[in-house]
């Protein structure tokens, strides 16, 4: 579905914001006193001064202007990209509230009433199993929830809270480093797509701003402040997720933390976020008894579990599975029972959607 048409105001204010020297804040500046960019060309400097003395320069250099954007206009209705301005009525409020809002939000898919429910889940992009693991079975049970989950489409843990989300008919929300035209990582193109018909992803950058080091701090302040919390699934002791845990806390949003092996390098920070006061969880019932406002009618009722009948021999087999991959020599083992036995029951397990196999002829449970 293609997205409305930008408004003249819109269009005015992206063609000022892509002129040089504005920056975010003198733009936000204009954008809330002003209210109305073409108030810039109707009044006199003088008139325009009053308001805000110290911009008599910057309204000269738009005065003198006359920046021709056809083709970045050409470029957003090819991506099909909405843009909001802090003024606009479907700018999330909660990015309003924040201490520094961007002034315009590249949008592509959309936001909805029922994100006001939102909980970030952030960690490494050197993810290990387990880190992925725990991303995808948080991110299922709070979207059984009714919970939108936020986070920025780096590897790791981000692709996979995304992806689970996804597959578990959740909302989900990205904020991207970069232009919103821009892919990265180049991998997760399939997953943008995806992530557009199933919420949005959201851009504070022009288009064409490429994924450079410096972007990623500055929007991480965007993936705590669109929640009401975040969580933390693994975490160097240099993360760059310490720069979202930073902000979370000079927003007052709540922070939650996954401990891991103390002899794992991508544990070693979400561990001493626990020593500093995260709160550690184990469940999604650790996350919202922090919020005592929300009442249960807000949540969703858990979706139901289908039961799944299984043979002797396959409960035998799921019996031994751990959750941590195992190898099918140590399931033979282990049960004692012929390979070609035990490779047909674990192919029907995964039928069944119970196992999942892994690289290796490694085996685990599969998250429900």
Same mark, same amino acid.
Do not use: C
């Given at each position: 579905?293609?997205?409305?048409?930008?408004?003249?105001?819109?269009?005015?204010?992206?063609?000022?914001?892509?002129?040089?020297?504005?920056? %975010? &804040?003198?733009?936000?500046?204009?954008? =809330?006193?002003? &209210?109305?960019?073409? /108030?810039?060309?109707?009044?006199? +400097?003088?008139?325009?001064?009053?308001?805000?003395?110290?911009?008599?320069?910057?309204?000269?250099?738009?005065?003198?202007?006359?920046?021709?954007?056809?083709?970045?206009? #050409?470029?957003?209705?090819?991506?099909?990209?909405?843009?909001?301005?802090?003024?606009?009525?479907?700018?999330?409020?909660?990015?309003?509230? +924040?201490?520094?809002?961007?002034?315009?939000?590249?949008?592509?898919? *959309?936001?909805?009433?029922?994100?006001?429910?939102?909980?970030?889940?952030?960690?490494?992009?050197? /993810? !290990?199993?387990?880190? #992925?693991?725990?991303?995808?079975?948080? *991110?299922?049970?709070?979207?059984?929830?009714?919970?939108?989950?936020?986070?920025?489409?780096?590897?790791?843990?981000?692709?996979?809270?995304?992806?689970?989300?996804? %597959?578990?008919?959740?909302?989900?929300?990205?904020?991207?480093?970069?232009?919103?035209?821009?892919?990265?990582? $180049?991998?997760?193109?399939?997953?943008?797509?995806?992530?557009? &018909?199933?919420?949005?992803?959201?851009?504070?950058?022009?288009?064409?701003?490429?994924?450079?080091?410096?972007?990623?701090?500055?929007?991480?302040?965007?993936?705590?402040?669109?929640?009401?919390?975040?969580?933390?699934?693994?975490?160097?002791?240099?993360?760059?997720?310490?720069?979202?845990?930073?902000?979370?806390?000079?927003?007052? $949003?709540?922070?939650?933390?996954?401990?891991?092996?103390?002899?794992?390098?991508?544990?070693?920070?979400?561990?001493?976020?626990?020593?500093?006061?995260?709160?550690?969880?184990?469940?999604?019932?650790?996350?919202?008894? %922090?919020?005592?406002? =929300? &009442?249960? $009618?807000?949540?969703?009722?858990? =979706?139901?579990?289908?039961?799944?009948?299984?043979? /002797?021999?396959?409960?035998?087999?799921?019996?031994?599975?751990?959750?941590?991959?195992?190898?099918?020599?140590?399931?033979?083992? $282990?049960?004692?029972?012929?390979? !070609?036995?035990? !490779?047909?029951?674990?192919?029907?397990?995964? +039928? #069944?959607?119970?196992?999942?196999?892994?690289?290796?002829?490694?085996?685990? #449970?599969?998250? +429900?």
């Amino acid at each position: 579905m293609k997205t409305p048409e930008l408004d003249e105001r819109t269009i005015e204010w992206i063609k000022i914001s892509l002129l040089e020297g504005i920056g %975010e &804040k003198r733009l936000k500046t204009l954008i =809330l006193t002003l &209210k109305d960019p073409f /108030a810039i060309y109707e009044k006199d +400097i003088k008139e325009l001064t009053t308001l805000l003395p110290k911009f008599e320069k910057i309204f000269k250099q738009i005065k003198n202007t006359n920046k021709d954007i056809t083709d970045y206009k #050409k470029r957003l209705q090819d991506y099909d990209v909405d843009v909001l301005t802090i003024l606009d009525q479907n700018y999330p409020n909660v990015l309003r509230e +924040i201490g520094n809002p961007p002034p315009i939000l590249y949008l592509r898919g *959309s936001f909805k009433k029922e994100d006001r429910l939102a909980i970030s889940i952030v960690g490494s992009r050197t /993810a !290990s199993y387990y880190g #992925k693991k725990i991303a995808r079975k948080f *991110s299922r049970s709070l979207v059984n929830m009714g919970f939108t989950i936020v986070s920025g489409m780096a590897r790791g843990i981000d692709t996979a809270a995304h992806q689970a989300t996804i %597959e578990g008919g959740g909302r989900t929300i990205a904020f991207l480093g970069s232009g919103i035209d821009v892919v990265y990582p $180049k991998e997760n193109k399939p997953l943008l797509q995806r992530i557009i &018909k199933n919420g949005a992803v959201v851009s504070e950058f022009p288009l064409g701003t490429e994924p450079v080091a410096i972007n990623f701090p500055q929007r991480n302040r965007l993936i705590s402040g669109m929640s009401l919390g975040i969580v933390v699934i693994e975490a160097t002791l240099k993360s760059g997720t310490f720069t979202t845990v930073k902000w979370a806390l000079e927003q007052g $949003k709540e922070i939650f933390a996954v401990p891991g092996d103390i002899l794992s390098r991508t544990s070693m920070g979400t561990n001493k976020l626990i020593q500093r006061g995260a709160k550690l969880i184990v469940d999604t019932e650790d996350i919202i008894e %922090e919020f005592p406002f =929300l &009442k249960r $009618k807000d949540f969703a009722a858990p =979706l139901p579990t289908e039961e799944v009948e299984l043979t /002797a021999g396959e409960k035998r087999v799921y019996e031994t599975l751990r959750e941590n991959p195992i190898l099918i020599d140590d399931i033979i083992e $282990k049960i004692k029972l012929p390979s !070609s036995k035990v !490779s047909s029951v674990l192919l029907s397990l995964e +039928i #069944k959607g119970l196992v999942q196999q892994l690289p290796g002829k490694r085996f685990t #449970k599969r998250e +429900i």
